[in-house]
């Protein structure tokens, strides 16, 4: 079924913002019976307050330890992305992720067990550098109880809705979605990433179906 | 007993090895390297009633880690009385193809080996001073560059000291013409 998608550009979206707001204002006028509102994981993390000065977490030597052993590129490679997510997972389930996953890696040559097992933050969180100024100095954890989120967006709107984390690499990750959503559908659109990961300033998309 | 020699000494041997597999891995070493500071130019700007310093600043990564560059502040250090009425505005910034012109330092990732360059600029005022007596009394301003490195093993402050000679001030040539033209 053709569907189309509709990139909708916001303003700078801060933790002082309504999430429910910002959506009335900038998709409102747009939105139509049927359509599917996907919001960006980091868009409603930020409106959610989720996020950490690295000057404000002390690494333990547990994460300075651990995270030596994350590849460069990902978020829990700093010891203050790390511990934020052991704050919010627990220590002992991190250590027991990490155990596991080594074991897992080296004797099954099975990669990503780590992030699997440590606790869903663990593949959400966004060191700093991560998401667009002025965020780009801070730890932006995942957003909390997303299901609430979306259930909230279609009681307001009366549409289907979904938090997406979507990046360029084409890894997207469904966090949460109402029931009439369609995820492989999802999951197939957002491969390519329509929001964009720099300065589009693009959280909010609308998936509409045409006939 | 033969057990509990045997455990220790595997749990020491493993410690050890994993102690010198951390110290192995080495840290970041990140700076703006003043030494190699390139295309410095000190210019009076008549007209304007103010100099201007610019440079250009590698920033490099000789350590063995990555790691982030996430605040740089710039600042003048303390040259006397005359400071009192001396407006200094002072910015840095990544040389690329979309830099930000209003100041603000977008956290950088550095990579092990990589190579930036940055682009200090100074512009320096005097309320109540004009610009010659300035330079006669403050022939050489420092610049103290304040920089946060967000590391694989913790944060580091780091400081790099930039002296611009004023009194190689010069007075740029198209302005010069136009005095001529006066």
Known sequence: ?211 | MSYLVAFLACAGTLSAALALYYWHLGDQNILFDTEAVQDLLVQHDPQRGEIICRCSIPLTNRGEQQGMVNNVFCQPVYCGKIMKGMEIKSKINVVKDKARENGYWESLIVKKNAYFLTQLEVRIRHSTVDIPTLIRQVPRLTIVIYYQIVGRKGIQWKLAELPFPLKDAQVPAELKQEKVVE
């Open chain 1, 1 to 211: 079924m053709p569907v189309q998608l509709i990139p909708v550009q916001t303003k700078l979206v801060t933790p002082d913002d309504d999430l429910l707001e910002v959506i009335r204002e900038y998709c409102g006028p747009l939105l139509q019976k049927g359509d599917i509102l996907v919001a960006a994981e980091t868009m409603v993390a930020i409106t959610q307050g989720r996020l950490i000065r690295p000057e404000n977490v002390k690494p333990g030597k547990c994460a300075l330890f651990i995270s030596q052993f994350v590849h460069q590129d990902g978020s829990l490679s700093s010891p203050f992305a790390l511990q934020a997510v052991m704050n919010e997972e627990g220590t002992l389930r991190v250590i027991a992720a990490f155990l596991l996953s080594a074991f897992t890696r080296l004797f099954l040559r099975r990669k990503g067990d780590f992030y699997r097992l440590a606790g869903k933050q663990a593949a959400l969180v966004d060191d700093i550098t991560g998401t667009v100024p002025p965020f780009d100095k801070y730890i932006v954890m995942g957003p909390k109880e997303p299901e609430k989120v979306v259930a909230a967006i279609k009681e307001r709107f009366g549409i289907e809705a979904a938090i997406i984390d979507a990046n360029d690499l084409g890894r997207s990750q469904i966090l949460a979605a109402t029931e009439g959503v369609d995820q492989k559908l999802l999951l197939r659109l957002f491969k390519k990433n329509p929001a964009g990961n720099a300065d589009q300033q693009t959280p909010l998309v609308i998936v509409r179906r045409t006939s």
